[in-house]
């Protein structure tokens, strides 16, 4: 399977526990881009790379919550001292520079946080 | 601020029948309108897509209409098939970068 992959699927923690999840984006794709999904909800975004430049992060990404992507290749998003509202689904979504537009998404992490 | 607007909420149709999707943006700077389909425990995956500057795209059974002055964009889907039930999620993006993305339609097509 080719397409993009996300670590853990699922992931119980306690409130206050921090969590890291992990997304491998389509090999030859230099974006990568990261959403969190709640119940009901489309994705909002959060933040992307270019290669391994962060360039944009938004208003939602909390200071507690942190992403790389050390050889723009795969990147890990973390959250520290998770609270109750962090419970959502993180989808990873990559693509090509000179195709943009058209973002490959990742099944998602499912975080609850008790 | 809620950047698209999309309804219904959830909508079921018969088999065969026409399941029809509404959106609406105020931006005027959005440049590309995807359409994606999401499945339950997976991630969205990209339907149908359109530019401002055409009125209509039919790829299949899908298709769909874009109306620049409303600043509404529908997906239809012809001959509905109980394969069709998911959640469908209309998209605005900026830049061709920066995605909006409704709030969702869970589709139920009934045999």
């Known amino acids: 399977d080719t397409g993009v992959s996300q670590d853990p699927r699922h992931k119980i923690t306690k409130r206050g526990q921090n969590v890291t999840f992990r997304c491998d984006p389509i090999s030859e794709h230099n974006r990568l881009y990261w959403y969190r999904q709640t119940l009901g909800q489309g994705p909002e975004f959060l933040t992307y790379?270019?290669?391994?430049?962060?360039?944009?992060k938004s208003r939602l990404l909390s200071d507690r919550f942190s992403a790389e992507r050390p050889k723009g290749s795969f990147s890990t998003l973390e959250i520290q001292r998770t609270e109750q509202g962090d419970s959502a689904m993180y989808l990873c979504?990559?693509?090509?520079?000179?195709?943009?537009?058209?973002?490959?998404f990742g099944p998602g992490t499912r975080l609850l946080v008790l | 601020q809620q950047q698209v607007k999309q309804s219904p909420q959830s909508l079921i149709v018969q088999k065969g029948g026409i399941s029809i999707i509404n959106c609406a943006y105020e931006n005027t700077a959005f440049d590309y309108f995807p359409w994606y389909q999401q499945f339950p425990g997976k991630g969205p995956a990209l339907l149908i897509a359109?530019?401002?500057?055409?009125s209509e795209k039919k790829e299949g059974r899908f298709t769909i209409s874009f109306n620049k002055s409303a600043k509404q964009f529908s997906l239809h889907i012809m001959d509905s098939q109980p394969g069709d039930s998911a959640t469908y999620f209309c998209?605005?993006?900026?830049?061709?970068?920066?995605?909006?993305f409704g709030s969702g339609t869970k589709l139920n097509v009934k045999p």
């Open positions: 998209a605005a993006v900026y830049n061709f970068n920066k995605f909006y």
């Open positions: 979504a990559s693509s090509f520079e000179t195709v943009q537009e058209t973002q490959y």
């Open positions: 790379f270019q290669n391994e430049a962060q360039l944009e």
């Open positions: 359109i530019r401002p500057d055409v």
